[in-house]
Structures are given as structure tokens and as C-alpha cells.
């Protein structure tokens, strides 16, 4: 399974998840964890970023709201605490079972 952390430096949120998901990479030796740095509106329009951190599993933002806008922005994600800078461990931990079970 192949994980991308999408971020930009503006934001700090995506350290909190990066060091969540090398957590999980450490739990799982089938995930391979990369980093994409988006560093301008048009390269965020061409990759479809919805936001600082966002996490493709296997190419897929199992995150992204239909309504969520595509630009450089810190990205907001509800958790069962409120509103969080970054998926829970609970959350991606869900994201990555849902991926092996039902494709895109």
C-alpha cells in the first residue's frame, strides 16, 4: 500500500500526521510512505490538493469532501475531539482498512 502525505510549508499541521503515518509504517510493513510538496496554486490546481496535509492511499484522498476547495490552505479534519489539523491514528488506521476493502 502506498501512502503520499501531501503538504505545503505554510502549514504545520502536516508534521502531526507525517509522524503519525511513519507510526503506522512502523506497525505495517506493506505501507510505503512519500512526501509531495505543493508549492503553488497552479501545481496544487494539477495534482487536485485539498489542502495541507492531505494522504493519498494507493493515489486516493479517502478524506476529501466533494465540496473542499483545491488551493494552499491548512486543511481542517473532524475528529471525534472536534475539529484537528491532522487525521487521528483511529482515522487513518480506518482510511487504510477501507482502502483494502473497497477500491476507489
Known sequence: MEI???YFEGCPNWKIAHERLQALCAERSDISLSMQLVESDAEAELVGFHGS???LIDGFDRFAEASSA???SC???VSPEGMAGAP???QLRAALADAEFTPR
Open 75 to 77: 486543511r481542517r479534519y
Open 53 to 55: 496535509p492531505s494522504v
Open 88 to 90: 487521528t491514528m483511529e
Open 70 to 72: 483545491v488551493g494552499l
Open 4 to 6: 503520499v502525505l501531501q
